[in-house]
């Protein structure tokens, strides 16, 4: 009568008390055959007649178990009962998907995954179709022969008649990449001459960094003027992987590089001027160019944490090969054709393993052995990168705000949940997990090459942490629904 009050429209019962093997084998047999897919007849019938087994011990067992239903309903399959521990699994798994996705956000947010998004974010730049070389370029380089031929610091005298031989061609914009603080003789009055009438030069110089009496600054040239100066410092990650485009940064009251212009961005805009396209402020945090605004990152921007905030800075979109390169020595003997000068932006600059001008970029890790990009290459990439995006040839590297990466991780925090509730077998379960993490990574890359830098690594650990956490939890529950057998027991 107790039972009858409870409603439970199917059950299974012994006739009389049973020693606890008898029931034990009972249960064992029943489950096997029951969770196969069989219907509950027949696993009970299959089940009696494995207990005949144990009729020597306990006479008449095959005879005790019976069922009692309600004949109005139809049994249920173990199937269906498995749906129903899924329901109510289905809340817990969102439950823990809200919980991982904070932890993984607070731990983001307290810098412990910079390291792994800024190694992805390589990966990513790394994995990219290459764009081609920006043919508008050319470098000019001094390598180790010339250094070799003409001396270290290269002298003024060779300056002026590399200079005079580019004019010849006419190029749009030349962009002097070494530091000429002081006379390099022979030859200084020619060059400051030519630095100092010639407006389509673009000087170089070094601002101040605070705190660091190593970096106090390095001079322009004398007589070059402010608009036609820019600064050559770069921002490195804490890896020392260059991946950020220092733009723009106003200089100390005392520096002796008293321009706010990066050199690739004067460079640049230079070239713009005369397609006429010029820099307009938006806000304090955008400024318009061309056909893109350009929007200063944020401290916590991306995979970053508490970044160097001086400055206008973008992330830096690299070309795996940026520009044509030819040594001062082709140049000044005749062998570079005019049209890769004309109406072109020249940069020279010396990649010498004696200048010490080298920094690790994305491609690094992709050379063997590992290769590090002189500063005239990266200069050089970002004045490709301003230009292309001015242009609407290919889009500024962005990230999404806050609130749009917590929920593009919880997103991925769900399904990582939904597959654990889904997929039954561990089997499946890995491959499911194995096939989500796959399709995040191709999502991630697919947005990289668009332009959107969004949040790799958190993602994949909320999906992972959050599948297995539930995959966990739904074994003791499991375990004791099987047991109770929910319904029929």
Known sequence: NELEQLHIPHMIIMREPVPDLVAQQFLQYFLKVFASG????????????????????????????????????IPPTWQQLRG??????????????VVV??????????????????KAFDQLMRLRPNPGVDTRLLVVEAKDAEIKRYGYPLPDQTLAQVLDKLEYDQPRVIGLDIFRERPREPGHQALSRQLQQNQ???????????NNPENSGI??????????????????????????????????????CATDHSFSARVALHYLAQEGIKAKTIAINKIGLGKTVFKDLSANAGGYHNRDYRGFQVLLNYRETVARRVTVTELLEGKVKPEWVTDKIV??????????????????ALKWPYQEMPGVIIHTQMVSQMIS?????????????????????????????????????????????????????LLCFGLFTLGVWVPLVPSA?????????VVVYRKPVGAITALALGRIL
């Open 38 to 73: 069989k219907s509950l007849y027949l696993a009970v019938q299959e089940a009696r007649k494995k207990l005949q087994g144990l009729e020597d011990q306990c006479p008449c067992a095959s005879w005790l178990p019976v069922i009692c239903q309600n004949p109005a309903t």
């Open 84 to 97: 129903h521990h899924q329901n109510y699994l289905l809340p817990s798994a969102l439950i823990v998907s």
């Open 101 to 118: 996705t904070i932890l993984v956000m607070v731990i983001r947010q307290l810098g412990m995954l910079q390291l792994w998004e800024l």
């Open 200 to 210: 389509k030069f673009i000087a170089l110089c070094s601002a101040r960094v605070a």
């Open 219 to 256: 001079k322009p040239p004398s007589g070059v003027p402010e608009s036609r100066l820019g600064f050559s410092n770069i921002m490195p990650d804490p890896d020392g992987i260059i991946r950020r485009h220092l733009v723009f940064m106003h200089p100390y009251h005392d520096d002796p």
């Open 347 to 364: 940069v020279i600059g010396i990649t010498a393993e004696i200048a010490k001008d080298y920094h690790p970029t994305p491609y690094s």
């Open 389 to 441: 995006a001015a242009l609407g040839e290919r889009p500024l590297l962005s990230v999404w705000s806050v609130w749009a990466e917590l929920f593009w991780v919880w997103g991925w925090s769900i399904i990582g949940g939904t597959i654990a509730w889904r997929c039954g077998r561990m089997l499946y379960w890995g491959l499911a997990i194995i096939t989500a993490t796959g399709g995040l990574y």
């Open 461 to 469: 650990l909320a999906l992972v942490a959050t599948s297995g956490i």
